[in-house]
């Protein structure tokens, strides 16, 4: 399963219960929270960008909404900004790769002497 429920926060006295979620997908987290508005209903919020128009609302149980999300996730393509960092990151091993076997044959060379 793609989607990783990274933290269960407890209710407390001065604070709501809020799951946070997290997908290979996206660099986004996702937070099931109970709304301000006074009711039992739940919502999902993001911490940077705009929730797809899918998922805005308002949910019954977080259950609910942490089912939604799964399913809006399966469907999901993987976003820009993941894709820039994936690759990102292959070229930046590709390029210290490449650092480390130039240096190895500089090596080997030197050692023939």
């Known amino acids: 399963m793609a989607v990783e429920v990274k933290e269960y926060i407890p209710p407390t006295a001065f604070e709501k ?17 109970k709304s301000f508005d006074g009711f039992v209903f739940f919502e999902i919020v993001v911490d940077k960008g705009q929730l797809h128009p899918k998922l805005q609302g308002r949910y019954t149980s977080a259950e609910a909404a942490i089912q939604d999300f799964i399913k809006h996730e399966r469907g999901m393509a993987v976003t820009q900004t993941k894709q820039r960092d994936i690759k990102s990151e292959a070229r930046k091993k590709a390029k210290d790769g490449a650092v480390h076997t130039e240096a190895k044959e500089l090596l080997r060379e030197g050692s023939a002497d």
């Open 17 to 33: 219960p809020r799951w946070d979620m997290t997908t290979d997908k996206s660099n986004v987290t996702y937070t099931v929270k």
